[in-house]
T-cell receptor
Framework: GAVVSQHPSRVICKSGTSVKIECRSL??????MFWYRQFPKQSLMLMAT?????????EQGVEKDKFLINHASLTLSTLTVTSAHPEDSSFYIC???????????FGPGTRLLVL | SQQGEEDPQALSIQEGENATMNCSYK?????LQWYRQNSGRGLVHLIL?????REKHSGRLRVTLDTSKKSSSLLITASRAADTASYFC???????????FGKGNQVVVIP
């Protein structure tokens, strides 16, 4: 089956620093990757859609300068939380979908804690 | 915008019993998907049902879709302790794979 990895699995950082999260599709080429965030005991909220070689499309209310997304290859997308603050603490999950696929394959998530 | 929404109640059942959870949505959909999430982990795709399908089975899972009522149900038969997880339905926003997730249903299966 399709495997998607995320790195790191958890990160603790100081307020004001930037954090980069990687999402990789290990055994298929992901034409599109999605980034979600999830607060404790809540559902997933779609943040942005990342297409290989083009700019990411952000959902309403998501600051593009705050959450920088790069999808440089068909197997890698990165999310950088810039100048992180405690309110950015959350569980960030990526998913990947291949060309003509309907099913999204999710990564294991990255837990971010900003002190 | 549309959003899948499950009934908010958590389920606590004995091993061997069936678990049923529901999901409703607000606008037209191409398909509806169910996912499972173990605590603090990523999501696992369970089943996808298209708008022209009414029922679908996968192992111990049975999903129904009623487009007239804009609702879906997920039934897990003969539950096992390993089925303990949160279950989410998701609908495809605007037909381009942008998923809107419901609130999720916490299912606890007691051995």
């Amino acid at each position: 089956g399709a495997v998607v990895s995320q790195h790191p699995s958890r990160v603790i950082c100081k307020s004001g620093t930037s954090v980069k999260i990687e999402c990789r599709s290990l055994d298929f080429q992901a034409t599109t990757m999605f980034w979600y965030r999830q607060f404790p005991k809540q559902s997933l909220m779609l943040m942005a859609t990342s297409n290989e070689g083009s700019k990411a499309t952000y959902e309403q209310g998501v600051e593009k300068d705050k959450f920088l997304i790069n999808h440089a290859s068909l197997t890698l997308s990165t999310l950088t939380v810039t100048s992180a603050h405690p309110e950015d603490s959350s569980f960030y999950i990526c998913s990947a979908v291949g060309l003509l696929q309907e099913t999204q394959y999710f990564g294991p998530g990255t837990r971010l804690l900003v002190l | 915008s549309q959003q899948g929404e499950e009934d908010p109640q958590a389920l606590s059942i004995q091993e061997g019993e069936n678990a049923t959870m529901n999901c409703s949505y607000k606008t037209s959909i191409n398909n509806l998907q169910w996912y499972r999430q173990n605590s603090g982990r990523g999501l696992v795709h369970l089943i996808l049902i298209r708008s022209n399908e009414r029922e679908k089975h996968s192992g111990r899972l049975r999903v129904t879709l009623d487009t007239s009522k804009k609702s879906s149900s997920l039934l897990i038969t003969a539950s096992r302790a390993a089925d303990t997880a949160s279950y989410f339905c998701a609908t495809d926003l605007y037909g381009n794979n942008r998923l809107a997730f419901g609130k999720g249903n916490q299912v606890v299966v007691i051995p």
